[in-house]
């Protein structure tokens, strides 16, 4: 079911800024719960300091509206798990939670409310037609399938998806809701041209992406979060995969964590591989299919032409870990509170990027 038709009432009193509701009953320290929720529904994606404000605001909004409740508010990191844990605990029937992921560009920890079930798109329902939406999963689909763990797809290539999927929408109406697609927040467009999954997608499509993609999704070593864009272990078969900022603040050695073949002090360093934009290389646009899906034209071949001798790789990437877990513990750097949008990806012009990935299955 779509954020936005789960419970009209609670985005009535609520846009983007916190304000007192009218209580025509007694207010009660559960109120709290209520304020929070609704301020977290109409915000989106955010950033967890900004959902801490939210939440001291909340009680200051009801401790204001009734003297006698007096609700003590404590910052601290423990209890705001222990608050988030309730609130999730008070949504659960409903298949909601508050989830918390790192920007994997930025490490910020952002939040959102979100389904925690439905395997399906339903989240663009609202704002999409069904075949809008077709498209919307066809460049997925580029994005999750594409070679060497780029996870992301040229817009050439995803402009194609509209004659693959016999959509009856022209080009520029395919780049106009590419467009749309970036400026609600669900893809990212690097300064390359190139889309790739926004954190927004990453927390509330993941459902979706899990069971869509199962082969697909990678994890990062050390925040077990999903990872789309960050560095591998340059060894063949070493599953090793790490986000930036995971690398730069966890890195205690010079060695991998799993296989200890030696590192660079650098995440962008060879001889470690880049996962993410900096992974494509040019004769990547072919069109790969989930292998859940209909495998009959699996193999189409596009006439693009290659700039190196190594062997197209068509197969997919496989990998153990399956099980994405979110940590919402982690520590962060973060000192700022806006809601930006996470920055685009870094282009990276990885013209010097060679078939060393080619070890990589
Ligand atoms: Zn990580
Ligand atoms: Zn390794």
Known sequence: MSRSRLNASFILTFTSRLTPPTFTMVVSAGDVDRLFLQATLSRGVMSVELAKNLWARSVQIVNDSNSALKIQHNGS??????FL?????????LDLEVKVLHDEESGREMCALVNTKGDEIAQLATDYTPAEITFFKGVVEQIMLAPHEAYSVSSLAALREINELKLSMTKSQGEILLASFVAKGWLLKSKLGRYSLSTRSLLELQPYLKSTYPDEILEC???????TRGLACYTPNCKVRMHHHCFARYRRSSECPSCSTKWPQQAKDKPLVPVGEGAAREGD???RRAQTQDSSDAEEEEPEPTQEETPKQNGKRRQSNKN??????METDEDEEDESVPSQT?????GSQRSRRSTRR
């Open 77 to 82: 990191k423990d209890a705001w798990n222990e």
């Open 85 to 93: 844990t309730r609130i999730n605990r008070s949504i659960d029937k």
């Open 221 to 227: 070593t050390v925040c077990m979060e999903i990872l």
């Open 285 to 287: 646009g072919r069109r």
């Open 324 to 329: 994405v877990k979110f940590d919402a513990s």
């Open 346 to 350: 870094q282009a990276r012009a990885e």
